[in-house]
């Protein structure tokens, strides 16, 4: 299945990529919000850090309420066009959250979602 048709049934529509600056106030928002958590998985800020600042992350309209969303088929993260960066809530934290514990193959095929275990990324 192709992307857009993907993005489609996901209800993501109006898809850009997310600015520079944008992607790097997310990433330290919620590298400081995440960290404490997971701070006993001997996973440092600058390892949360990298692994969000190199990641996909878009603007995009839904079909829904929704904030944000995470799609394991493009290891993308799409938030929405309406997202205050600087005033996230958690739902946006969730679909972060959904990343950092996706394992895929090199071929980004799907490993396993884990809520227990960070993927490789670290």
Do not use: C
Not at 36 to 50: A, G, H, Q, R
Not at 100 to 118: A, D, S, Y
């Amino acid at each position: 299945m192709d992307k857009k048709k993907s993005h489609n049934i996901l209800g993501i529509t109006n898809i850009s990529e997310i600015s520079a600056k944008d992607k790097h106030n997310i990433s330290k928002h919620a590298v400081n919000l995440i960290y404490p958590i997971v701070s006993e998985f001997n996973i440092t800020k600058e390892m949360l850090f990298n692994s969000l600042s190199k990641s996909n992350m878009y603007l995009a309209d839904f079909n829904d309420s929704s904030m944000g969303k995470y799609y394991y088929k493009t290891n993308s993260i799409y938030f929405s066009n309406e997202l205050d960066v600087n005033n996230m809530d958690s739902s946006v934290i969730h679909e972060i959250l959904h990343y950092l514990q996706t394992e895929l193959t090199e071929e980004n095929n799907l490993i396993r979602m884990g809520l227990f275990k960070f993927s490789r990324t670290f």
